[in-house]
């Protein structure tokens, strides 16, 4: 049994994900105060062989005793805070490794996120557990906040729930308590679902903020059995708590089978009513229906906005997922990505796209083919919010083919924060918002040749030519791999190979040998690096040309080198 005293204010609220490793009748956890004449005030006595959430509030400002059996329990994950100072404070996450309880205030978290040579210093990470899509992201006093798909409980994906995390500056995040959960215990009965990928609201006319998302209800087999309804929630004052769930679509288009979600919403004011995108599949060709409503309570169906070109189901396109919806003066933008597609050109799967059209009476022109996003793989589920003078986007640095991770403690990391916009021929830009330079150091002159990099700033550097006049390669060396990013006049190519020249670049896509991630342009004239622990995130041309990988292979980088056609380079390391 493991005790600890803390001293506690009124409303502490702790948190845990646990299971019994053995049928037993200890019990897990007994909260005591000490001065009381009966002194136990909570106690979970039997907790089930699946992972159960648990939640304790104090309710006296007092020093209370906490016993917890790390023996006969796992535990997934654990913290407290208090919530009237957690969006400040963010989390204590409580960590049991060695049979010993120890404590992880912000402050520690983001010291060991520091020292933790596993950790990207630029890109979001979970504190445990698997994430994937970006949710819910909105701008509110100040704060940047993020809600993410997660499971705490294993580092795949599982059991849908909200992680959040809050931010000054896009960059530096607190974690705080996890937002939804799957309706239903799904890990006790063995099945899949819950709180799925969803958007925040702010409404124009009254100011008030309201999160839509999906809830898919258990699923048994991923391709028959699962309802996908839409949902509606707010958070309380304290930004933590989601309260008022309720269901305000409950079933889909007669003609849609299963795949229906991943909400956006929006005000239209042209024809005073509410509009809302899902991701889905018409035909079985994956499309985008929309749905408008008077009091964001009640939806009827209007139409299907956007149904993609055939080539998509013909190359396995299940059905669009995390649709978004972007206003650019007056060109729309359609955002989508479909899942289970396959380009057959490039090996490459479930990639993403942008659609720029004209908007009339509800019915969208597309003024372009799809562009697709980003040339690597690792960029799927953007979601993009305007924070009042800005449109930012995060983006998972994966893909449901490419799943692999590194750290022992979470998969999935986020995109480095983007800012879009939209060029005069309709191009979807993407370039790092200005806030990665504020966590690097001033930019030192980058001489066309080699550079070996020490300590730090071998896991972490950005590295930019303003000018380039024709053909390059950079090459960025690991102990036993590199990167190499080269373009012959004809297309930009990212690649990974062993030292010894093998090519890896097929071990990162479980579609073969074959996946290629490069972009067809006869002209660059710019480019940015990020690389941040073997996440490479590159921005060409003005951000016209992005390509995202997230390397597993490459974590650092002890030799730059370069030769060919690039000038005025610059380098900056981590602060
Ligand atoms: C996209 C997606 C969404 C879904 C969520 C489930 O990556 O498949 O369509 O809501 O992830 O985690």
Not at 157 to 167: D, E, L, N, Q, R
Not at 293 to 303: F, G, P
Request: hydrophobic letters at 35%; aromatic letters at 14%; glycine letters at 6%.
């Amino acid at each position: 049994m493991n005790k600890f005293s803390l001293k506690v204010n009124e409303g502490l609220t702790l948190h845990f994900w646990v299971k019994t490793k053995a049928i037993t009748s200890n019990a897990f956890l007994s909260v005591f105060s000490p001065s009381k004449k009966q002194p136990l005030c909570f106690k979970i006595q039997n907790v089930p062989c699946y992972y159960e959430f648990y939640s304790y509030q104090h309710p006296v400002n007092e020093e209370i005793e906490v016993e917890i059996d790390l023996e006969s329990f796992d535990i997934s994950l654990a913290y407290f805070f208090h919530p009237k100072t957690v969006e400040e404070e963010g989390v204590t996450y409580l960590d049991f490794s060695n049979g010993a309880v120890n404590f992880f205030s912000h402050g520690q978290t983001k010291q060991n996120y520091q020292q933790d040579t596993l950790r990207p210093k630029l890109h979001f990470t979970p504190y445990k557990g698997w994430m994937n899509d970006p949710n819910g992201l909105c701008f509110l006093d100040g704060k940047y906040h993020m809600f993410y798909q997660y499971h705490p409980n294993s580092l795949d994906w599982g059991p849908m729930h909200w992680g959040h995390a809050v931010s000054e500056n896009l960059l530096d995040w607190r974690h705080l308590p996890v937002f939804l959960q799957p309706e239903q215990n799904l890990e006790s009965l063995g099945a899949t679902g819950g709180a799925f990928s969803g958007t925040a609201f702010k409404d124009p006319n009254s100011g008030e903020i309201s999160f839509f998302f999906t809830e898919r209800k258990a699923a048994y087999d991923l391709n028959h059995s699962y309802r996908e309804v839409q949902k509606r929630t707010f958070w309380d004052n304290s930004h933590t708590t989601a309260t008022k769930v309720s269901t305000v679509i409950d079933s889909q288009p007669v003609f849609v089978h299963h795949d229906f979600r991943d909400p956006k919403v929006w005000f239209d004011p042209i024809d005073n009513l509410y509009k809302m995108i899902l991701g889905s599949a018409v035909d079985k060709t994956p499309a985008i229906l929309l749905y408008h409503s008077k009091d964001k309570d009640n939806w009827e169906y209007h139409s299907v906005l956007y149904q993609a070109p055939e080539y998509f189901e013909k190359n396995s396109g299940r059905c669009v997922e995390c649709p978004d919806f972007i206003q650019f003066g007056n060109i729309w933008v359609i955002i989508y990505g479909v899942v289970g597609y396959h380009e057959k050109q490039t090996g490459r799967h479930n990639l993403l796209y942008a659609v720029p059209g004209k908007l009339s009476h509800n019915t969208f022109i597309p003024i372009s083919e799809p562009q697709c996003l980003d040339f690597g793989t690792d960029f799927y589920a953007m979601q993009s919010f305007n924070d009042g003078s800005r449109q930012l986007a995060f983006a998972w640095l994966h893909n449901w083919a490419v799943k692999g991770h590194i750290h022992p403690h979470y998969n999935g990391e986020m995109s480095a924060p983007r800012e879009l916009t939209l060029s005069e021929d309709y191009q979807l830009l993407m370039r790092p918002a200005p806030e990665v330079n504020q966590k690097l150091a001033n930019a030192l002159c980058y001489k066309n040749g080699e550079l070996t990099l020490e300590g730090n700033n071998q896991y972490v550097f950005s590295l930019e030519f303003k000018k380039i006049d024709g053909a390059f390669s950079i090459n960025l060396l690991g102990d036993t791999t590199k990167i190499n990013i080269s373009f012959d006049k004809q297309s930009i190519k990212m690649i990974e190979k062993e030292l010894n020249g093998g090519d890896l670049s097929y071990e990162l896509c479980s579609s073969g040998r074959d996946a290629k991630f490069s972009s067809q342009t006869p002209s660059l004239n710019d480019m940015r690096i990020i690389f941040d622990h073997g996440i490479v995130e590159v921005f060409c041309n003005g951000g016209r040309i992005c390509g995202t990988r997230r390397y597993i292979n490459t974590l650092s980088c002890h030799t730059l080198y370069t030769e060919g056609s690039l000038n005025d380079g610059e380098i900056r390391f981590i602060k």
